[in-house]
């Protein structure tokens, strides 16, 4: 028997638990319970010893046919690496600005609040992000307002040709 890969249940075992038959000790069953096809024996060793079962009595249900080597996983593609850095979109931008001040000015962010309806595009969103700038500078200082406006434009994406629209 090897330790390393995983094990699952047999039909013959899930019947077994589902008739909570006494056959089975109640170390016996909570190991039975806890083999779950994911996991291998290997890393179910400290919990069989806290039931003080051994790798043998994984074995026992192995030859009753009450648990079967779990086939290899498919090889599957791997998924493409999330990006570490964040979206990059008008609308992020914005959002994210709103959220700051909502932080930052608390309820004295309701005039920016409705500017921000009429921020369509780029340079609709510089405009009013130099609003927003001069309201927390004004309210949290100048350092706090750079910083402010630094990390809102870290959301903005890169310059192209064309005037970017929110859409």
Known sequence: MELGIPYAKTEAARALLRARDATLTPPLRALLIMIDGKKPVTDLLPAIKALSLKAEDVHGLLSRGLIEPCPPPRAVRPEPEASASPARSLAAAKFYALGQLTLI???????LR???REVVDHPSLMAWLAACEQEVAAFAG?????RFAALVRE????PTAEPAAFG
């Open 142 to 146: 100048d350092a706090r307002a750079a």
């Open 155 to 158: 959301l903005l994406p890169a």
């Open 105 to 111: 000015l608390g309820h004295g962010d309701a005039m």
């Open 114 to 116: 409705h500017a921000a």
